[in-house]
């Protein structure tokens, strides 16, 4: 008579395997996207007219970024720390110099008359900048502006922006708008 060889007990693999699976997609870490978040404008209506408007050049501060990763603000170089101070100090105009941004009186309902800068942030950059470089400007610039609508917000309602209503946050953004400027990349390397 023939020995019976034994056999390999192959109920729990399923179960092995089974366990190894789960531990594998819990240890796992996925890779977040960076990127921008920002509310665009709406689209524009099919009839609706294109307009060409025309900015004074005092009233534009250009943040160049090259494909080396080095920033201008102006004329003028600056780190990635010091962008924030300059767009502020551009858009408030606070000794009226006739070369930074004009102010234009509005009436702002809920607040009345108040001079509201017509100030304008364009940013450009190379194709080779790193996009690392170019979330740090862009969080920068944003930040200038938040810091200028924090100034006002605490100095006509006692409170952050982020801490006030609608209906004043619109207040706030009408008195400190947002006019940031992105040109298409350049590749600057490729010019003669």
């Not at 767009?87 to 008359?113: R, Y």
Request: glycine content about 4%; charged content about 30%; cysteine-free.
């Amino acid at each position: 008579m023939a020995k019976k060889t034994p056999e390999i007990n192959a109920s729990s693999q399923a179960d092995i395997a089974f366990l190894l699976l789960v531990f594998f997609l819990i240890t796992t870490t996925m890779d977040v996207d960076k990127g921008i978040q920002r509310r665009l404008p709406p689209m524009p209506e099919e009839n609706q007219q294109e307009q060409d408007v025309k900015i004074n050049r005092r009233n534009i501060v250009v943040v160049k970024i090259n494909s080396q990763d080095r920033i201008m603000v102006g004329t003028s170089p600056a780190e990635v720390g010091e962008i924030k101070d300059k767009i502020v100090e551009f858009l408030t105009n606070p000794t009226d110099d006739p070369n930074m941004p004009e102010k234009e009186t509005k009436f702002i309902e809920g607040l009345g008359n108040y001079p509201v800068s017509r100030g304008v942030v364009s940013l450009q950059n190379d194709k080779g900048t790193l996009y690392n470089t170019y979330i740090q400007v862009q969080n920068e610039i944003v930040r200038a502006i938040n810091q200028i609508r924090d100034q006002f917000a605490q100095e006509h309602y006692g409170k952050k922006f982020a801490q006030l209503d609608e209906d004043k946050q619109k207040i706030v953004k009408e008195a400190v708008p947002q006019n940031i400027s992105e040109a298409e990349p350049k590749d600057v390397k490729g010019k003669k």
